[in-house]
Protein backbone atom coordinates (compact mmCIF):
# COMPACT_ATOMS: atom_id res chain seq x y z
CA UNK A 1 0.00 0.00 0.00
CA UNK A 2 1.17 3.50 -0.91
CA UNK A 3 1.47 6.49 1.25
CA UNK A 4 -1.59 8.16 -0.65
CA UNK A 5 -3.80 4.65 0.46
CA UNK A 6 -2.75 5.03 3.98
CA UNK A 7 -3.52 8.64 4.36
CA UNK A 8 -7.01 7.99 2.20
CA UNK A 9 -7.89 5.25 4.42
CA UNK A 10 -7.30 7.48 7.41
CA UNK A 11 -9.58 10.28 6.20
CA UNK A 12 -12.69 7.96 5.90
CA UNK A 13 -11.54 6.45 9.38
CA UNK A 14 -11.80 9.67 10.39
CA UNK A 15 -15.18 11.02 8.83
CA UNK A 16 -17.11 7.70 9.55
CA UNK A 17 -16.02 8.25 13.09
CA UNK A 18 -17.41 11.77 12.94
CA UNK A 19 -20.43 11.00 11.61
CA UNK A 20 -21.59 8.20 13.97
CA UNK A 21 -20.52 10.25 17.06
CA UNK A 22 -21.35 13.91 15.75
CA UNK A 23 -23.60 14.57 19.07
CA UNK A 24 -21.31 13.19 21.08
CA UNK A 25 -18.42 15.46 19.89
CA UNK A 26 -20.86 18.29 19.77
CA UNK A 27 -22.12 17.58 23.14
CA UNK A 28 -19.06 17.61 24.74
CA UNK A 29 -17.54 20.69 22.86
CA UNK A 30 -20.51 22.85 24.60
CA UNK A 31 -20.23 21.03 28.07
CA UNK A 32 -16.23 22.07 27.56
CA UNK A 33 -17.15 25.75 26.77
CA UNK A 34 -19.74 25.77 29.92
CA UNK A 35 -16.96 24.50 31.80
CA UNK A 36 -14.55 27.32 30.05
CA UNK A 37 -17.26 29.91 30.67
CA UNK A 38 -18.02 29.48 33.86
CA UNK A 39 -13.89 29.06 35.22
CA UNK A 40 -13.54 32.42 33.44
CA UNK A 41 -16.42 34.26 34.91
CA UNK A 42 -15.82 32.66 38.52
CA UNK A 43 -11.62 33.82 38.29
CA UNK A 44 -13.20 37.62 37.21
CA UNK A 45 -15.76 37.41 39.93
CA UNK A 46 -13.12 36.87 42.49
CA UNK A 47 -10.70 39.38 41.02
CA UNK A 48 -13.54 41.59 41.23
CA UNK A 49 -13.85 41.04 44.63
CA UNK A 50 -10.44 41.13 45.52
CA UNK A 51 -9.82 44.26 44.39
CA UNK A 52 -13.68 45.59 46.21
CA UNK A 53 -12.16 43.85 49.29
CA UNK A 54 -8.64 46.11 48.97
CA UNK A 55 -10.45 49.09 47.89
CA UNK A 56 -12.52 48.86 51.40
CA UNK A 57 -9.40 47.53 53.26
CA UNK A 58 -7.48 51.31 51.57
CA UNK A 59 -10.91 53.26 52.70
CA UNK A 60 -10.68 51.98 56.68
CA UNK A 61 -7.13 52.85 56.83
CA UNK A 62 -7.90 56.53 55.50
CA UNK A 63 -10.76 56.57 57.76
CA UNK A 64 -8.29 56.09 60.73
CA UNK A 65 -6.67 59.03 60.12
CA UNK A 66 -9.22 61.13 59.76
CA UNK A 67 -10.21 59.64 63.52
CA UNK A 68 -13.74 58.44 62.00
CA UNK A 69 -13.52 55.52 64.13
CA UNK A 70 -17.70 53.90 63.76
CA UNK A 71 -17.18 53.83 59.99
CA UNK A 72 -13.64 52.48 60.04
CA UNK A 73 -14.83 49.95 62.27
CA UNK A 74 -17.95 48.69 59.95
CA UNK A 75 -15.65 48.61 57.28
CA UNK A 76 -13.17 46.28 59.26
CA UNK A 77 -15.38 44.20 60.91
CA UNK A 78 -17.23 43.38 57.09
CA UNK A 79 -13.97 42.75 55.88
CA UNK A 80 -13.12 40.10 58.77
CA UNK A 81 -16.51 38.49 58.18
CA UNK A 82 -15.26 38.23 54.24
CA UNK A 83 -12.61 35.23 55.27
CA UNK A 84 -10.39 36.81 52.55
CA UNK A 85 -7.16 35.21 53.20
CA UNK A 86 -4.41 38.33 52.98
CA UNK A 87 -7.23 41.70 53.62
CA UNK A 88 -9.48 39.82 56.89
CA UNK A 89 -6.05 39.40 58.90
CA UNK A 90 -4.99 42.53 58.20
CA UNK A 91 -7.84 44.11 59.02
CA UNK A 92 -7.88 42.80 62.41
CA UNK A 93 -4.63 43.93 63.50
CA UNK A 94 -5.63 47.41 62.43
CA UNK A 95 -8.31 47.13 64.60
CA UNK A 96 -5.78 46.31 68.07
CA UNK A 97 -3.43 48.44 66.32
CA UNK A 98 -5.60 51.71 66.45
CA UNK A 99 -7.88 50.28 69.49
CA UNK A 100 -10.65 50.48 67.23
CA UNK A 101 -12.91 47.34 69.25
CA UNK A 102 -12.49 47.35 72.89
CA UNK A 103 -14.27 44.45 73.65
CA UNK A 104 -11.60 41.86 74.03
CA UNK A 105 -13.78 39.13 73.74
CA UNK A 106 -14.80 40.18 69.99
CA UNK A 107 -11.18 40.11 69.37
CA UNK A 108 -10.79 37.08 70.24
CA UNK A 109 -13.58 35.79 68.01
CA UNK A 110 -12.17 37.72 65.36
CA UNK A 111 -8.94 35.84 65.43
CA UNK A 112 -10.53 32.53 65.86
CA UNK A 113 -12.89 33.19 62.59
CA UNK A 114 -9.92 34.10 60.95
CA UNK A 115 -7.92 30.82 61.96
CA UNK A 116 -11.00 29.14 60.67
CA UNK A 117 -10.31 30.19 57.10
CA UNK A 118 -8.97 27.17 55.24
CA UNK A 119 -7.37 29.58 52.83
CA UNK A 120 -4.75 30.48 54.53
CA UNK A 121 -1.26 28.47 54.48
CA UNK A 122 -0.68 26.37 57.77
CA UNK A 123 2.50 28.58 58.79
CA UNK A 124 0.64 32.18 58.12
CA UNK A 125 -2.04 30.46 60.69
CA UNK A 126 0.89 30.00 62.80
CA UNK A 127 1.83 33.69 62.62
CA UNK A 128 -1.86 34.50 63.24
CA UNK A 129 -1.53 32.61 66.80
CA UNK A 130 1.50 33.83 67.15
CA UNK A 131 -0.08 37.48 67.40
CA UNK A 132 -3.29 35.73 69.07
CA UNK A 133 -1.21 34.99 71.97
CA UNK A 134 0.51 38.64 71.96
CA UNK A 135 -2.77 40.22 72.46
CA UNK A 136 -3.73 37.29 75.11
CA UNK A 137 -1.10 38.48 76.85
CA UNK A 138 -1.61 42.10 77.17
CA UNK A 139 -4.91 40.33 79.14
CA UNK A 140 -2.92 37.80 81.06
CA UNK A 141 -5.30 35.11 80.19
CA UNK A 142 -3.13 31.83 80.93
CA UNK A 143 -5.10 29.38 79.55
CA UNK A 144 -6.16 30.70 76.36
CA UNK A 145 -2.10 31.68 75.93
CA UNK A 146 -0.93 28.33 76.77
CA UNK A 147 -4.18 26.67 74.32
CA UNK A 148 -2.90 28.81 71.15
CA UNK A 149 0.83 28.61 71.72
CA UNK A 150 1.16 24.50 72.45
CA UNK A 151 0.07 23.16 69.42
CA UNK A 152 2.79 25.62 67.40
CA UNK A 153 5.33 24.30 70.24
CA UNK A 154 4.52 20.74 69.68
CA UNK A 155 4.83 20.53 65.91
CA UNK A 156 7.45 21.81 63.58
CA UNK A 157 6.47 25.21 62.67
CA UNK A 158 8.98 27.86 62.09
CA UNK A 159 7.45 29.48 64.64
CA UNK A 160 8.04 27.33 66.92
CA UNK A 161 10.91 29.28 68.53
CA UNK A 162 8.60 32.40 68.66
CA UNK A 163 6.01 30.69 70.60
CA UNK A 164 8.68 29.03 73.02
CA UNK A 165 10.20 32.85 73.36
CA UNK A 166 6.62 34.07 74.30
CA UNK A 167 5.87 31.45 77.04
CA UNK A 168 8.84 31.65 78.28
CA UNK A 169 8.59 35.69 78.74
CA UNK A 170 5.17 35.50 79.72
CA UNK A 171 5.41 33.22 82.69
CA UNK A 172 9.16 35.12 83.75
CA UNK A 173 6.75 38.28 83.89
CA UNK A 174 4.59 36.50 85.99
CA UNK A 175 7.11 35.40 88.36
CA UNK A 176 6.30 31.83 87.41
CA UNK A 177 10.02 30.22 86.85
CA UNK A 178 9.26 26.78 87.18
CA UNK A 179 6.87 27.10 84.11
CA UNK A 180 9.19 29.85 82.45
CA UNK A 181 12.15 26.97 83.14
CA UNK A 182 10.08 23.91 81.54
CA UNK A 183 10.05 26.14 78.44
CA UNK A 184 13.58 27.71 78.53
CA UNK A 185 14.63 23.33 78.82
CA UNK A 186 12.08 23.08 76.17
CA UNK A 187 14.19 25.86 73.72
CA UNK A 188 17.87 24.02 74.58
CA UNK A 189 16.97 21.08 73.81
CA UNK A 190 15.58 22.11 70.50
CA UNK A 191 18.15 24.34 69.72
CA UNK A 192 20.77 20.93 70.35
CA UNK A 193 18.71 18.99 67.55
Not at 94 to 101: A, Q, S
Request: net charge positive; with cysteine; hydrophobic share 40%.
Amino acid sequence: MSNETIKENLRLKIINFSRKNFKKIISLLIILFIFLCAFLFYNNLQKKNNIKIAEQYSQAALLVKQKKLFETKLLLENIINKSHQFYSPLALYLVIDNNIEKDSKKIIAYFDKILKNNKISKENLNLIKIKKAMYLIRLDKEELITETLNPIINSNSIWKNMAIDLMTEYFLSKGQNIKAQEYITLSNTKVKK
